[in-house]
């Protein structure tokens, strides 16, 4: 008997605690799910025993059919995105909350047609507990696809559109008003923005974030100048910049790669930075320390978003009903501006 348990009826929650495992585990280990490792399951049975926990028949629990895995969907082709250091921050941080509840990380990519297919197959199928989504485009095919699911999904960053049940997202549209308005406090009255893909929310919330700082200090903002987040979109994007405004004085990158190459192009155009163009990003990616010189940015927790997904998806999946996550950022200085 354990103290003050016997008087009542235990709860999961209880056996959890009592076996040093998540509710996840002593669910799955109570609906004789498998990847449960040896010793958690015996922990859980123990647990059982010692504080005579009987199920309530009626109560919400896990199927017993479930697969012990979650899935990571993004929407992109090339296989190399994962080793991006965005998406690997990402990763590291989902797969070790899913350790935690010993579920398995998949990977999948759902771009082309062939990817969207193994997709709404694995959907159709219920072939794994869950689904992580993210980098979804405008009038992606997928948001239907979840919406429509039998399983829980959890989207990394909201979609373009209504809010979805569950995301977790970082304060883009404060992130990016707080690096330009830094930028206008060292003086530029002339600042740009290389502002991403427009058809992502991610992309249309720091342009926002952009325009709502150069509004508010009385400056006009330029016109949005769209690039893909990758290096030599930014390079590019930044080319065409000068050529067109050739008075521009500082320059917000939506992200850091995007930064890096506008680095690059200012400076084969035989413009310093910052001298005559301060130049600053987003994400804080390991790029933005290399830069020369390295990048003034904002800060985002990457790692945290793929975590707290995942936490997400976990509490789903035992039957929770968790509330939408937005995650802060903060101001990284350094000589870019």
């Not at 009987?54 to 993004?74: E, K």
């Not at 992606?140 to 699911?149: K, S």
């Not at 413009?271 to 390295?294: H, K, S």
Request: aromatic share 6%.
């Amino acid at each position: 008997m354990v103290d003050g348990v016997s008087r009542r009826q235990s709860t999961l929650d209880e056996v959890a605690e009592h076996a040093g495992v998540s509710r996840s585990v002593a669910s799955r280990v109570l609906n004789n799910a498998p990847h449960v490792s040896r010793a958690k399951r015996e922990a859980v049975e123990r647990a059982v025993r010692q504080l005579g926990y009987v199920r309530n028949p009626t109560a919400r629990a896990l199927a017993t059919r479930q697969t012990g895995a979650a899935a990571l969907v993004v929407a992109g082709e090339d296989p190399s995105i994962f080793a991006d250091p965005f998406f690997a921050q990402v990763i590291v941080g989902a797969s070790a909350a899913l350790e935690e509840a010993d579920l398995h990380l998949m990977l999948c990519l759902a771009a082309s047609e062939r990817g969207r297919k193994r997709v709404e197959d694995l959907f159709r199928s219920q072939g794994v507990d869950g689904v992580m989504l993210m980098a979804l485009r405008e009038d992606d095919p997928l948001v239907r696809t979840a919406e429509e699911a039998r399983m829980p999904v959890v989207f990394g960053g909201r979609p373009v559109g209504p809010a979805p049940r569950w995301y977790v997202d970082v304060d883009n549209v404060g992130g990016a008003r707080e690096v330009t308005e830094y930028l206008i406090s060292r003086g530029r009255t002339h600042v740009a923005t290389i502002c991403g893909r427009l058809d992502t929310e991610a992309g249309r919330a720091r342009y926002r974030g952009y325009r709502d700082a150069v509004l508010a200090a009385g400056l006009a903002p330029y016109p949005p100048w769209e690039a893909d987040f990758t290096e030599p979109g930014g390079a590019a994007a930044m080319t065409g910049l000068l050529a067109n405004y050739p008075e521009v004085d500082g320059v917000f990158a939506a992200n850091d790669n995007m930064g890096a190459g506008a680095v690059r192009a200012l400076r084969e155009a035989g413009r310093t930075v910052p001298a005559d163009v301060a130049v600053v990003g987003f994400d804080d990616l390991a790029v933005a320390g290399v830069t020369d010189p390295p990048l003034t940015t904002v800060h985002q927790p990457i790692a945290a978003l793929g975590r707290e997904m995942a936490r997400m998806l976990v509490a789903i999946v035992d039957g929770q009903d968790p509330t939408p996550l937005i995650l802060p950022t903060r101001l990284v200085t350094r000589s870019s501006a």
